[in-house]
């Protein structure tokens, strides 16, 4: 009988886990079975993939930047003189523009006097997010704040009339003070305050998955701490340019950041 219970409780974890989803475009992940024993190695635009097991079998889950073109691409293999190719196509993706008004102007067209303190966060942000180690990845993410999410990954942003990069992340509306959790496993490498994205923490899941998170009203962490899942790292907030409170939450993989909605349970 107890057996049996256990057997049950088992096949209800496995099946209540959020495995990633495959989404083959700018922007998506590409999910590529590899062969057990054969899984290592393999790297996509000279950057290790992740690999992890997808149904108990051993894949690479691929992430695909927000400007790749649409066409097939592939992961590769370099061993003993020869060359392992592993094909994937990717769709295009319309995404929409997003017209954004911000108060503080000064956020979208900041001072000269800021350009220096701009250009040397964008330094630690660029090495923060290329960060890679090695470690076993839990990829069944919770999700980090309980809020409605707008969805709005990749869409082209437009502040006061001006164009910026696409959205690189996404959005859940909360109020200020809602407790922030790290939806994975992993390490904090990077926290601050910085200009456009405020107070922030970066959180290393491994093998080239990394966890952005911005606009918060306080950080729980510090740079070197080894998170576990659901631990509170920090609070909603609206620091840095922003509309109003709501943690900006953006996933990065291989150095590409894609659509955190992959890593979570699919909402009905
Ligand atoms: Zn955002």
Known sequence: MRILLLIFSLSYLVSAQAQPRQLLVPGGIAIINLEPGNDSGY????????VT??????????GLPLSLKAGEHFIEKRSTGQVLKKF????????????????????????????ERILAEKARKQKARNH?????????????????????FGRRRVFNGQNRRPHSGMDIAADTGTPVIAP???????????????????????????SLFAHLSEIDVSV???VAKGQLIGKVGATGRVTGPH?????GLNGNWIDPELFL???D
Do not use: C
């Open 43 to 50: 790297q996509f635009r000279n950057k290790p993939v992740l």
């Open 53 to 62: 097991k997808i149904e108990g079998k051993p894949a690479a889950l691929v």
């Open 132 to 152: 890679y180690s090695i470690a076993d990845v839990d990829v069944d993410f919770l999700r980090p704040v309980e809020g409605i999410s707008t969805g709005s």
């Open 88 to 115: 994937f196509e990717v769709k295009q993706k319309q995404y929409t523009t997003q017209h954004i008004t911000i108060t503080d102007k000064r956020k979208v067209n900041p001072y000269a006097s800021d350009m």
């Open 247 to 251: 943690l900006h939450w953006s996933l």
């Open 184 to 210: 994975s496993a992993g390490r904090v490498i990077e926290t601050g305050d910085f200009f456009f994205s405020g107070n922030l923490v970066y959180i290393d899941h491994g093998q080239g998955l990394i």
């Open 265 to 267: 349970p699919a909402t």
């Open 224 to 226: 070197g701490e080894q």
